[in-house]
């Protein structure tokens, strides 16, 4: 969330403000006209979301639900006072203080590297006895193109116990590049409405595809109509604050939460992300996960990240749906025609894109996801709108 919006909502929602300090630090000061915000008394902690895919909201959690969460995920990755984990990410969103809850309920040491940085992870782990890792799939791909060219780096990956993941959706390439290291990822499932963890891998308990089994006392279920994934869990949020609105329209009739992702359940109950629900790509009348596109270009070479959005000019009366658009972040160098001849190679005829990007930065939210909505307004503007 965009530091504007954030304090924004904080001042319209609390009983607090957030104001610049000395040197653009934020400070955090008494509402001068304090109302009502309308917390429940159970709430433990308000989490904004990332706003990658709408209009940013405030999500609150109960302390029961920080309770189950701490001690559910401590038990899933067996936590001992003999771990020392690191953590590379923010506390202020809901995914940086679980991990730090988890370590409160169950193991030893802590490292705190709240602002991610090559140089710092690395150094950490060289220098530092570390059993545990948490971070995000951007943060990965820096490590791992440090790891090859350090060994000492790359035999410390091998000798973490637990690699955990989260925070966005584990492209196959980048699993297969860490498998190949001897350093398999332990993928999981979140998202700050669930308390964030809904499904982790544990070491020993990987399946490729998959983001593991849901927490005990956790059920995750597709609907058959939609594709979306539905949740049940003790941890679930309260609601969005000072949205009764919004709030409504994240459970089902039933009471389960809309995830908003696309996704499977295995029979086992292995679960499956495919993508995000309102990114879903419309073309010739059927709709496709991005991630599938996305993939293409991650298995290339050269590639550290892919993003495929469908955009859709209000005049076009053709009736093929999204126009595909695909933008590459490069670690080394890869030329357009490589990138297209990989689509021509991997993708049927449609869901080639037809505009590639290779020289617009990715730009990032907060928590280290792609920012889609930063690039669907750049893509959308009138003089690239009409490009191809």
């Known amino acids: 969330m965009a530091d504007s919006e954030l304090k924004a909502r904080l001042t319209a929602t609390s009983v607090a403000e957030v104001v610049d300090g000395a040197g653009g630090v934020p400070l955090v000061l008494p509402h001068p006209a304090a109302t009502d915000p309308g917390l429940p008394a159970e709430a433990a902690a308000v989490f904004p979301t990332s706003g990658s895919t709408g209009r940013a909201k405030l999500v609150v959690l109960s302390h029961d639900a920080l309770d189950y969460q701490a001690r559910e995920t401590a038990q899933r990755l067996a936590l001992s006072e003999a771990d020392a984990m690191l953590v590379p990410l923010p506390l202020a969103h809901a995914y940086g203080l679980s991990i730090l809850l988890m370590w409160l309920a169950g193991a030893g040491r802590l490292l705190l590297e709240t602002t991610f940085t090559a140089a710092g992870l690395t150094g950490r782990l060289l220098t530092h006895d570390v059993t545990t890792l948490d971070g995000v799939p951007s943060m990965y791909s820096v ?18 116990r637990v690699r955990g993941i989260g925070g966005d959706v584990l492209h196959p390439a980048l699993a297969a590049r860490f498998d190949a290291l001897g350093a398999g990822l332990h993928d999981g499932y979140g998202l700050t409405e669930a308390g964030p963890n809904v499904a982790i891998s544990a070491p020993g308990a990987v399946r490729p595809g998959t983001v593991g089994t849901p927490l005990p006392g956790s059920q995750v279920r ?83 990240e892919a993003c495929v959005l469908g955009v859709r000019s209000p005049d076009d009366a053709s009736g093929r749906g999204d126009r595909l658009v695909a933008f590459v972040e490069l670690a080394d160098p890869v030329s357009v025609m490589d990138l297209r001849t990989v689509c021509r190679r991997d993708l049927p005829p449609r869901l080639r894109p037809r505009d590639i990007h290779v020289d617009v930065p990715m730009p990032r939210t907060s928590t280290g996801k792609v920012d889609r909505a930063a690039l669907r307004r750049w893509a959308t503007r009138p003089s690239v709108a009409g490009h191809g």
Do not use: C, N
């Not at 679960?271 to 009348?285: A, C, P, S």
């Open 143 to 160: 490590l791992f193109k440090a790891a090859a060219r350090e060994p000492e780096l790359a035999d410390r990956l091998r000798r973490l």
């Open 222 to 304: 597709r609907d058959p109509a939609t594709g979306e994934l539905l949740i049940d869990t003790p941890s679930r949020m309260l609601g969005y604050l000072g949205d009764p609105q919004a709030t409504a329209a994240a459970f089902t009739a039933d009471g389960w939460l809309r995830s908003g992702d696309l996704g499977d359940v295995e029979p086992d109950g292995h679960v499956r992300v495919l993508g995000r629900l309102k990114e879903v790509l419309i073309v010739d009348g059927e709709t496709h996960a991005p991630q599938l596109i996305e993939d293409v270009f991650r298995a290339l070479p050269g590639v550290a």
